[in-house]
């Protein structure tokens, strides 16, 4: 039976909107302790202490108590109101993504809430700000923030995300862009007050109010104050401020007798009744809550809270364990928190009627402690007695909810610090960035630009572009090319292949971004071959993520060999040296079957990064590319002479092609010769062109006339 409830708690408090919530209440947690230290101060029931704070600090520390006051505990509601909307619009994806900033989404929450009170006087009531309007500052935090992004969505279905030009900043354009999402949301509040003033429905607290006075306010009832108690912690879970609701029915339907001469001759159910017996710490009688949680979890963050909320908790100030712990929308807390002042309310109710402690009769202060409170409104130890046994039986109702609580958090850090250990590894292994995530003018621009990444794969409109750099034999013949990727933005010009790489890996588009180089540049072979440049060969840069996720990968590839019609011998893919390849099974698999394709392989980068030599024959390699660097100073280092000709030799023995990146002068080309290279790439023979303009070069330079593979 437990073990079924922890079950069904635990998935109630995994829920993502109610996570959420609790989430918000922590947030403000500094100012819900704040308030509650300057309340017990300002009601403290001990004149001594009031006395010596009015000579200490004069006549005004009672005006600074309470300007701290309203600036805490009084404006709960519009604190709330931000604190959960930024938790709960943290949880959705357009935020998580960066597309949308959190702070955009709390003010239009912040508008929503204020046009859906709609204060005739001011912008927003004391009523309105503080506790009385909890509830409602939920219900929009959480309303606001799922139909913000639900608008948001659909406006980039209707609209695409192009609606606004490059001119202004990024920052600007993303506002822009949740003009129309923040208008839709505003308007439904508003119009759901409108809507609220026509059917008279907000009436509905006075109705239920006066209800309750005239059926259930019957004194000697206990089925009376079962249902006072019930409602008013059901409402207490749900975010409203269940002592506003019910006890002004109470008082004004048994107010305190000044006189008695019996038992039966006082309204037992009192407000003091349940304040002195019932309510110990506060609602939910939470006192024992806070002695359960030092007692069960002494090692806890909860157990440093409740120590925290003692001094509050003697007063029967409990905000700290209400918004902060927090009991409100805390699943296994609210059985306890129900069950408690029913179970206490009973038992001091049946001690009251059959004369084993005496009625409260004496209007007592409600910040009045424990004991304290029990004799001065009985008069009698049997008073103190009464509250020692309720307290003790809170203690024990609340124990084994802790205990579940418990059980459940350490299952939950055990779980996160899994998470924790795989992100980690995730991270080391992909060296991955968060700059989609971040929230400054860089972040929105990077967005920005995935956004238009992703419109050209969608609407076949790509505005990258592949552009070909010549590889050529010693004679300066071209023997074939390397694809490469390109960008020449409207606005901002240039845009490097590597920030082009970075942006669509963090943005998970690395497989369609390899897809579509691998469909264009092999489109292009295709037309060179038809137009009898049929001897030329095109290498295409294959990305490791690509090779490790794309599960699709070696089909993609055995459907270009179909559908462009080339020989597979002509094509190409070069895998990058200077970035870790992953050596698992999966991978060695993939290449041996696109090397069975045909298809020929390469190493880019080779002699730099991760080098190793049994990359070429882990990796199927019949082709090497020697590293830039150790071109660019083999004219003047003899060492590197000495390892270029190694490789040379190597790939000689091998049978496995080189060929010489980054050659810039007539020297390199000279000396590479001499230690054995046959074909060479760099700007010294030409730039990376555009498809028409290669092909000139080819015509102008020759075509070799046998058969390559490289």
């Not at 429905?201 to 206990?222: K, Q, V």
């Not at 030799?649 to 002068?665: D, F, I, M, P, R």
Request: charged residues 15%; neutral net charge.
């Amino acid at each position: 039976m437990i073990e079924k409830f922890d079950k069904i708690v635990s998935k109630l408090a995994n829920q993502q909107t109610i996570r959420a919530v609790r989430r918000g209440f922590i947030y403000q947690m500094p100012l819900i302790i704040i308030g509650s230290i300057i309340l017990v101060l300002l009601n403290l029931p001990i004149p001594a202490f009031q006395d010596f704070m009015l000579n200490v600090l004069g006549e005004d520390w009672r005006e600074i108590g309470l300007s701290i006051h309203k600036g805490t505990l009084q404006i709960m509601a519009l604190t709330t109101l931000i604190t959960v909307s930024y938790a709960v619009s943290k949880e959705k994806d357009l935020v998580k993504s960066g597309e949308v900033n959190s702070t955009i989404v709390v003010i239009t929450a912040l508008a929503s809430f204020i046009a859906f009170i709609n204060n005739t006087n001011m912008i927003i009531s004391a009523e309105h700000a503080g506790s009385a309007g909890m509830f409602r500052a939920l219900v929009v935090a959480v309303m606001a923030c799922n139909l913000f992004c639900f608008f948001y969505r659909c406006r980039d279905r209707i609209w695409p995300s192009a609606l606004f030009s490059y001119n202004g900043g990024a920052l600007i354009r993303a506002s822009f862009r949740a003009v129309i999402p923040a208008l839709l949301t505003i308007f439904i509040f508003s119009a759901a007050r409108r809507m609220l003033d026509f059917t008279g429905s907000d009436n509905a607290r006075l109705m239920f109010t006066r209800i309750i006075n005239e059926t259930w306010m019957t004194g000697h009832n206990y089925f009376s104050a079962l249902f006072i108690i019930l409602t008013t912690h059901i409402l207490w879970f749900f975010g409203v401020h269940g002592g506003n609701v019910i006890m002004d029915a109470i008082s004004g339907a048994t107010p305190v007798a000044t006189s008695v001469t019996s038992v039966a001759d006082v309204s037992i159910l009192t407000k003091e009744f349940f304040d002195t017996y019932v309510y110990l710490g506060g609602a939910g009688s939470t006192l024992g809550l806070l002695i359960a949680l030092m007692l069960v979890r002494k090692k806890s963050n909860e157990n440093r809270l409740a120590k925290v909320s003692v001094l509050p908790g003697i007063f029967n100030i409990n905000e700290i364990m209400i918004y902060g712990l927090p009991i409100i929308f805390n699943p296994y807390y609210f059985v306890p928190f129900l069950l408690s002042p029913v179970i206490l309310s009973f038992i001091a109710w049946v001690s009251v009627r059959i004369g084993w402690v005496p009625p409260v009769t004496q209007a007592v202060e409600w910040t009045t402690p424990i004991f304290l409170s029990g004799y001065l409104g009985t008069g009698s130890v049997a008073g103190i007695v009464m509250q020692a046994v309720n307290l003790i039986l809170s203690i024990l109702i609340y124990i084994p909810f802790v205990r579940l609580q418990e059980r459940h958090q350490q299952h939950t850090l055990i779980t996160v610090f899994k998470n924790l250990a795989n992100e980690i590894q995730y991270v080391q292994e992909r060296q991955q960035k968060t700059i989609l995530n971040r929230d400054d003018e860089t972040g929105s621009l990077a967005r920005a630009l995935v956004a238009e990444i992703k419109d050209g794969f969608r609407n076949h409109t790509q505005i990258l572009h592949l552009e070909y750099q010549p590889k050529v034999n010693h004679k300066g013949e071209v023997i074939g090319a390397e694809a490469l990727l390109r960008w020449i933005h409207p606005l901002y010009g240039y845009v490097s292949p590597l920030v082009i790489l970075n942006l669509c890996d963090e943005a998970n588009i690395t497989n369609e971004l390899g897809r579509w180089v691998m469909h264009r540049a092999f489109s292009d072979l295709q037309r060179w071959h038809k137009e009898g440049y049929n001897t030329l060969s095109l290498s295409v840069n294959l990305s490791p993520r690509q090779l490790q996720e794309d599960e699709s990968l070696v089909q993609t590839v055995r459907s270009y060999i179909g559908w462009f019609a080339i020989e597979s011998r002509y094509m190409e893919l070069e895998l990058t040296e200077n970035a870790a390849i992953d050596p698992s099974d999966s991978t060695r698999s993939k290449l041996e079957q696109i090397k069975g394709l045909g298809i020929n392989l390469s190493i880019d980068d080779f002699g730099m990064g991760h080098s190793s030599l049994l990359y070429i024959c882990d990796f199927y390699a019949n082709i090497v590319k020697i590293d830039a660097s150790l071109v660019r100073t083999i004219t003047s280092d003899r060492q590197r002479q000495q390892i270029v000709k190694s490789i040379l030799s190597l790939c000689g023995q091998l049978n496995v092609k080189a060929v010489a990146e980054g050659v810039e002068t007539k020297e390199q080309v000279e000396i590479l010769h001499e230690l054995g290279c046959q074909y060479f790439q760099g700007f010294y023979f030409s730039r990376s062109l555009d498809s028409d303009k290669f092909i000139e070069f080819v015509n102008e330079h020759g075509c070799i006339q046998e058969e390559a593979v490289v």
